[in-house]
């Protein structure tokens, strides 16, 4: 219940750069070497929710770092997948993927500088890469940026969204999106939590995850 919750929107926006990730129900990120989209404490305990806005195909890797499944689609993962510890979450229409993955991670193996990112080459290649920075709790000073060159490289300074401390709630469920029917099939709209109490992710207020932009595609069949 006091994990710290964050969401990340898998989505396809106008430009040069189609592809990108939006991080805490904000703004679509591009890739940004400098900009760090979350800062999890090593230690720490936390809940990501991985959604796809659209039908396409994201095989998701996070680095560093391994998690389990919560919750795929509202629903419990099949039993091969439940407490198995994984780094690549597959979110799309196909079968066994999903539209929305709740996850959760403990980060303790490693400090620095890692990626989240979308395995398929031409979205990663088109931006679908975000950063993000494990740090002790004792640790306040932002990691530098490795700018690598033929001459052995240097470093620039970094900087945070403006969630990349808090998050976008605590609690496995964290901020529920609205409408999820739009991707998410009826007899699942409502979600029973960890402490016996219910809600209807059709009563909650909307966000832009279930809102596609640019050529997204607008319905799971």
Partial sequence: ???????????????????????????????????????????????????????????????AEEAIILSKDGRAPPPWEMWARKDVFRLGPEEESATILEIAYRFRD????????????????????????????????????????????????SFEVPTAQTGDGTGVAGPLPNPIDQWIPADIHNVTFPDGSSASLADMPPHDEFNPGFEERTKID
């Avoid at 890739?31 to 999890?40: A, L, R």
């Avoid at 305990?45 to 396409?56: A, C, P, Q, Y």
């Avoid at 640790?139 to 052995?152: A, E, F, K, R």
């Fill in 110 to 157: 490693f400090n620095g500088t890692f990626m989240n990112h979308c395995h398929n080459t031409v979205h990663e290649d088109k931006a679908m890469l975000i950063r993000y920075d494990v740090s002790s709790p004792d640790h306040t000073q932002l990691l530098y940026t490795p700018v690598p060159c033929w001459g052995g490289g240097g470093f620039s300074d």
């Fill in 1 to 63: 219940k006091t994990a710290k919750h964050r969401s990340f929107e898998y989505e396809r926006v106008e430009g040069d750069f189609p592809w990108a990730i939006g991080v805490d129900l904000g703004e679509p990120l591009n890739t940004d070497p400098e900009q760090i989209s979350s800062k999890p404490r090593w230690g720490a305990m936390e809940v990501w929710r991985l959604i796809n806005s659209g039908t396409w195909s994201h095989p998701i890797h996070i680095h």
